[in-house]
């Protein structure tokens, strides 16, 4: 009998990028599923087509959890509700706000009031233009309070600040993934992400396109090894209040992820640079030490493996 058999989940944001994966694997698991969405970001196609094709105990419903709206009982709660790509979460930066401020805020009062744990998609981007490096928990953060890219981070930031009182207070089990950049089948290409642009790019035989010269580091995580890493997050008992990293610490720098991308691809693409955006971080990756000691995860899927992974699914 594993933690899941039987379990009620509630996934906010259930049928974006991460959330399919999640669900599936959930449900997968033995755990009766309950999507949440406003589908801003998303179509409910892919998850209803996942429960058919699958035959899981999957439910969807379209809602916004920024609103006050019913939800669903659940033992519990992946809070994943919020834009993802700066191409979203800026063309509606004060939704984005309110996803992540009030939506987190109302999960959490459900949380409460079902007795759930509550795991929160947090994020690398708190940690803004990291002063340290690699990333660790402990760092603060070095993240412009009002810049272009403060809806996100500041009400990502905002939703640790208040999930965490809730937890000190006693009210609640909460465990927080801070998710550096991940990767894998299911991303749309045209979200503005690094990678599936790239790949949309090479396929056409356009221009890729980098952001600056291209010397920017990330480091990218197969969603497989992410969605292990949630699953542990929720299930290892005893880590209330925990706020935990979960990454590949592989960093690679944009410009040979596209020249990886491109020959991968065997495509005639040249590269084209374009200006930096305001505040788009230099370097990125998780220290991942306590990821390894209190879940005993560790990510196993390469980048050449994943990005195969990638390329064979569409
Ligand atoms: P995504 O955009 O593909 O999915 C987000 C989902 O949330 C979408 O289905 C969208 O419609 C839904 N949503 C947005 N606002 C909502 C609201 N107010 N009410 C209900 N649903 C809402 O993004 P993703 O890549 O799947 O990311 C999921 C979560 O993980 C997000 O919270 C994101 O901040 C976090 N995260 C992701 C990454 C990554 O690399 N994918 C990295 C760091 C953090």
Redesign the pocket.
Known sequence: MTFWAGKSVLI?????????HLAEAVAVAGAEVNV???????TPDAVNALKLTRNLLINVTQ?????DIPLPAADVVF???????PV?YQSDPI??W???VF?SYNLMQHAIRNHAIFVQ?????VYGSPLTHPQREEDWGNVNPNGPRSC?DES?RAAESVLMDAQRLGLMELRIA??????GPG??PD?G?ALPQFIAQARAGLPVTLHGDGSQTRSF?YVSD?IRGLMLLASVPGISGSVINLGNPHEISVRELAELVIYSLGSSSRINLTPRPQDDPSRRCPDISKARHILGWNPEVSLLKGLELMLQSK
Not at 63 to 67: A, C, I, L
Not at 121 to 125: H, I, V
Not at 178 to 183: A, D
């Open positions: 906010a944001g259930g049928a974006g990028f991460l959330g399919i949440v969405d406003n589908f801003s970001t998303s809602g916004d959890v920024s609103e809070n994943l509700a919020s834009p993802a790509s979203h939704k984005t309110r996803a992540n939506g998609a947090s994020t690398s981007e996100y990502k801070r998710i550096f950049n991940t990767y991303m749309a979200d992400r995580c992410l």
